[in-house]
């Protein structure tokens, strides 16, 4: 799975990945707020959204060295 969706970051451009970067942060937050009110559901989407972050940064740093 992992390796797949980095193959997919990789065809981002500079852009795109910021802006995924942006909305995965997003995500992550309303998801940490959701879990500490007692409303979330799934409790591995806060594993699948850091770990996507983590991906795209890595990309993002990839492009800027």
Do not use: C, P, Y
Request: charge should be positive.
């Amino acid at each position: 799975m992992s390796n797949k969706n980095f193959k997919q970051i990789q065809q981002l451009s500079k852009d795109e990945v910021v802006t995924k970067v942006r909305e995965t942060e997003s995500h992550l937050f309303k998801a940490r707020m959701q879990r500490a009110t007692g409303q979330l559901k799934d409790t591995a989407l806060l594993w699948r959204e850091r770990k996507a972050l983590a991906r795209l940064k890595t990309r993002l740093t990839q492009m800027n060295g």
